[in-house]
């Protein structure tokens, strides 16, 4: 294993030695106040009504309660939807979202990375350019295209407008530069066509860019609330994110307890996916960038 010099020191990040103390010392109570808005987030949705509204705020419940998490699921027996609709539907548009947007990236960046066409690199700087864009700043034509194709009230209202990611299309593409020709020459003489040469050698070489694109396209997908507000007026094809900002709105203290157990519902999935993803991820924004 190569070992980095350091001052006349031995880093080895695999092993632990004296010389990192000075590391721990500075990245161990950094990692403690990072953690506190996670902790507070998950105790938030077990405390009682008194516990939330106190002033100074309580960090750990002294008894905690699931009570919050049966008032949401009765808020259903009102509005005549329950909770999990919202959650199951949240889940299948992520889903597919994610299985789209990984095929478009993929396929995309190989053919920008490893193919020769014409206006191979106008098409680059589209994408580069496209990457400026503000969401709100395509909300109108979105809106027109949603409306015109008539996809309202319909599951693609909620998947198209997310199937194309400049972000991620430009990470697959860095990475899969850093391929050499020489494997997919080798694939090629084996008589292997490119979908076969996508299979077996780009999608095994390229897993930590796929997580990360994996990653985005989730979290775009699942914390988005434009889709349920604007192009879906059927309450049972809305997703959960827009159910808990409605919730959030309502002028009732009382409220408090339930909006704390919505907003964990809808933040466990993201902290689960990244904290396993998480190494993959910074594995491709490291070499996103070296050619």
Not at 221 to 227: K, M
Request: aromatic letters at 10%.
């Amino acid at each position: 294993m190569r070992r980095y010099k350091f001052r006349g020191s031995n880093i080895d990040p695999k092993h632990f030695s004296r010389s990192q103390l000075k590391f721990y010392a500075v990245l161990i109570p950094l990692s403690l106040v990072m953690l506190v808005p996670v902790v507070f987030i998950v105790f938030h949705a077990f405390k009682t009504l008194p516990e939330i509204l106190a002033f100074p705020p309580v960090l750990i419940p002294a008894r905690p309660t699931f009570m919050n998490f049966r008032w949401l699921m009765s808020i259903g027996n009102v509005t005549g939807v329950p909770m999990a609709r919202y959650f199951i539907n949240s889940v299948i548009v992520a889903s597919i979202t994610i299985i789209f947007s990984l095929i478009i990236s993929i396929l995309g960046a190989y053919a920008l990375s490893k193919k020769n066409f014409k206006l191979k690199n106008t098409f680059f700087k589209i994408n580069q350019a496209a990457l400026m864009f503000v969401p709100i700043a395509v909300t109108v034509p979105r809106f027109m295209l949603i409306m015109n194709m008539g996809m309202a009230n319909s599951w693609w209202a909620h998947i198209l407008p997310f199937l194309v990611m400049p972000v991620g299309l430009f990470l697959m593409k860095q990475f899969i530069d850093q391929i050499p020709d020489s494997l997919l020459e080798a694939a090629r003489i084996d008589g292997a066509n490119d979908l076969t040469v996508i299979r077996r050698v780009i999608i095994p070489l390229s897993r930590p860019a796929i997580a990360t694109v994996a990653i985005l396209a989730f979290q775009m997908s699942w914390g988005n609330v434009e889709a349920s507000n604007n192009y879906i007026t059927n309450e049972s094809m809305r997703t959960l994110a827009p159910f808990v900002v409605s919730l959030s709105q309502m002028d009732n203290p009382l409220m408090a307890g339930v909006v704390a157990a919505a907003g964990l519902i809808l933040f466990v999935p993201n902290l689960i996916i990244f904290v396993i993803m998480q190494s993959q991820m910074m594995n491709t924004m490291s070499h996103s960038g070296i050619k």
